[in-house]
């Protein structure tokens, strides 16, 4: 079964960048649309950006410009670079499926990494 592990949060004043990583296990890794999403105290899970199996992209409008989603097949990873933070962005970030394509995705959350953005 597929898991992913995140890694790469922490706290960082307005402005700053973190990269965040995603370690994946599983089969055909390679075949799937991956996405970050995040989660803020008292908020809905959202989706931040995708990335399809070929490279392309998407973004939601708040962070687009800003953050940039890639992934190295052979590696099994995906990554999250993240400028000119906001406090906005503070929230718990994951790494899964893209969870309207794939239900098997619904079970295939793990523990998130936190991102603090605060002066």
């Known amino acids: 079964q597929v898991q992913f592990v995140e890694s790469g949060g922490g706290l960082v004043q307005p402005g700053g960048s973190l990269r965040l990583s995603c370690a994946a296990s599983?089969?055909?890794?390679?075949?799937?649309?991956m996405g970050w999403y995040r989660q803020a105290p008292g908020k809905q899970r959202e989706l931040v950006a995708t990335i399809t199996s070929g490279g392309t992209t998407n973004y939601a409008d708040s962070v687009k410009g800003r953050f940039t989603i890639s992934r190295d097949n052979a590696k099994n990873t995906v990554i999250l670079h993240m400028n000119s933070l906001k406090p906005e962005d503070t929230a718990v970030y994951y790494c899964?499926?893209?969870?309207?394509?794939?239900?098997?995705?619904?079970?295939?959350w793990g523990q998130g990494t936190q991102v603090t953005v605060s002066s």
């Open positions: 599983g089969s055909d890794f390679r075949l799937y649309t």
């Open positions: 899964n499926l893209d969870v309207s394509k794939y239900s098997i995705g619904r079970k295939t």
